[in-house]
């Protein structure tokens, strides 16, 4: 079982950046691709961005792509998410998932944090 914990959510006025943590439990955590998911209220969680286990490659969301960066050290066990240029349309709670795939399909991970809430003012 892989624990992930997000850290680094917060309120932030349009146009400003936020970097989201995300620090795993395990050793092998170098063997997972690891992503990042969003769910705003009322809507479907939907993708933003995965990285491969190696770090090589790396998959983002339209709605995102030149905006946001996703990153990864396995020797600290920790993924990021560097967002820049926030929108308020980007509020939502964001998770970090860990699985065996990284790419845009919820059903590619199967290990989930508990989420950290991102407040974009306009």
């Known amino acids: 079982q892989v624990q992930l914990v997000e850290s680094g959510g917060g309120l932030v006025q349009a146009g400003g950046s936020l970097r989201l943590s995300c620090a795993a439990s395990?050793?092998?955590?170098?063997?997972?691709?690891m992503g990042w998911f969003r769910q705003s209220p009322g809507k479907e969680r939907e993708f933003v961005a995965a990285?491969?286990?190696?770090?090589?490659?790396?998959y983002y969301a339209d709605s995102v792509k030149g905006r946001f960066t996703i990153s990864r050290d396995n020797a600290k066990n920790t993924v990021w998410l560097q967002m820049n240029s926030l929108k308020p349309e980007d509020t939502a709670v964001y998770y970090c998932a860990a699985g065996p795939i990284a790419g845009p399909s919820i059903e590619y991970m199967n290990h989930w944090g508990k989420g950290t809430l991102v407040t974009v003012s306009s």
């Open positions: 395990r050793r092998t955590f170098s063997s997972y691709a």
């Open positions: 990285i491969a286990w190696s770090g090589c490659n790396t």
